[in-house]
């Protein structure tokens, strides 16, 4: 399930929950039930706005961590030659699109 923060005018506060895709949450009581918080002063009938908020999205910052998690990096160096930057130990370094016995191996996967 999806995390979404909400905005109340009445209070001038953000709180982020989590519910399903479908759901929308429209006063600071659903808010306030749904997050697990006290209402305070703020009426509970108050409307609440869903704000439109980026994704997070974290990557590795390096070609090992990268390696580690099971991925590839693959880094065009020509017309259909790359170099695979995360290749270690039997790894080919250089990888052609016309020859895949170059490809990384995939590892872990049925």
Known sequence: MPFYDYYCPANKKTIEVRHEIGKKLKTWQELCQLAGIGPGKTPLKSPVERLIAAPEVATPTSNSKLKELGFSKLVKKDNG???????????????????????????GID
């Open 81 to 107: 030659v790359y170099e695979n930057v995360t290749a270690t130990g039997k790894d080919k370094k250089i990888v052609k699109t016309n020859d895949p016995s170059s490809f990384p191996q995939k590892k």
